[in-house]
Nanobody
Framework: QVQLVESGGGSVQAGGSLRLSCATSEYTYSNFYMGWFRQAPGKEREGVANILTDGSTRYADSVKGRFTISRDNAKNTVYLQMNSLKPEDTGVYYC?????????????????WGQGTQVTVSS
């Protein structure tokens, strides 16, 4: 059973920062690639960033230079540090994981999802 527990969402003004956390089991953390996705109202879910088991990362063009995905081996947790937030970053952010895809930001490659956490950025 793969469980992903997100936390850290909230409301912030444009230019501010938030850090999202995704905690999971040691087995999932060690064997699955993990990613962050977001869904704005009325829009499709889109990939934001992911991190593979070897630590390599990938980012959507819209967040490059502002967001950083990282892993904490001691806590079996993946983080998404979001800086210089913009109103267009508003949405529900989901943590996702899998192990049998190519490890891209295509949401079809992820079969395990967290419950989501709301991020609201006001102008």
């Amino acid at each position: 059973q793969v469980q992903l527990v997100e936390s850290g969402g909230g409301s912030v003004q444009a230019g501010g920062s938030l850090r999202l956390s995704c905690a999971t089991s040691e087995y999932t953390y060690s064997n699955f690639y993990m990613g962050w996705f977001r869904q704005a109202p009325g829009k499709e879910r889109e990939g934001v960033a992911n991190i593979l088991t070897d630590g390599s990362t990938r980012y959507a063009d819209s967040v490059k230079g502002r967001f950083t995905i990282s892993r904490d081996n001691a806590k079996n947790t993946v983080y998404l540090q979001m800086n210089s937030l913009k109103p267009e970053d508003t949405g529900v952010y989901y943590c996702a994981a899998d192990r049998y895809g190519l490890g891209t930001l295509d949401l079809l490659e992820y079969n395990y999802w967290g419950q989501g956490t709301q991020v609201t950025v006001s102008s």
